[in-house]
């Protein structure tokens, strides 16, 4: 069975089990070494079924044309594949909530599957929910392991993690911006 069939059963069985949400599949190249690991899609991966396709997408596509690096030649999913949201009392308007412990573990042995269908070289996870959630640490703290090679366990096979701040944290806190793209520039010489 290749890649994309067992994606597809896999993804099968996760819309039955999460058959009342809008889900956003991984999307890209499923032979790609590298595989990037966001939080959960917003308003906008929702509707155009994509991840990263928003606010946090327009980062993401910088810290590609940094890495020299083309969208369709990776892998890039989220540890929650629906959207997460609240409802603002006072306005009525939806807006993204983090996930919760439960959120993570519901949806980890997911991820998991995927990563180790997918089989990357290295995997770059993109803030502290895609790095707890791949390394089945709810304790580690993006601060404490950023930029740094990690080793991860999933199912039975070694691989390479590479922690990096979630894109869309440097809108949100302009000093990380610097340190964000220090740690671009180690990616970029591991991967050279």
Known sequence: MSKLEKLNNLYSEYSKVFSDREIVLGDGDVNSDILLVGEAPGKDEVLKKKPFVGAAGKNLS????????????????????????RIN???????????TNKDIEQNRE??????????P???????NVPLRAVLSNM??????????????????????LFPLYHPASIIYNRKLK???????EK???ILQ
Request: proline share 4%; glycine share 6%; no cysteine.
């Open 187 to 189: 990616l970029k010489n």
């Open 178 to 184: 610097d340190i964000y793209y220090e740690d671009l």
């Open 62 to 85: 910088e810290f590609l044309n940094i890495l020299n690096i083309d969208r369709r030649n990776i892998y890039i999913t989220n540890v929650i594949k629906y959207r997460l949201s």
């Open 89 to 99: 009392p006072q306005t009525g308007r939806v807006s993204n909530r983090p996930p």
């Open 139 to 160: 304790q580690v703290r993006i601060g404490e392991v950023h930029g740094n090679i990690k080793e991860a366990l999933i199912r039975g096979l070694k691989y390479n």
């Open 121 to 127: 070289k290295i995997i770059v996870s993109l803030g």
């Open 110 to 119: 997911y991820l998991l599957k995927e990563i180790s269908i997918v089989n």
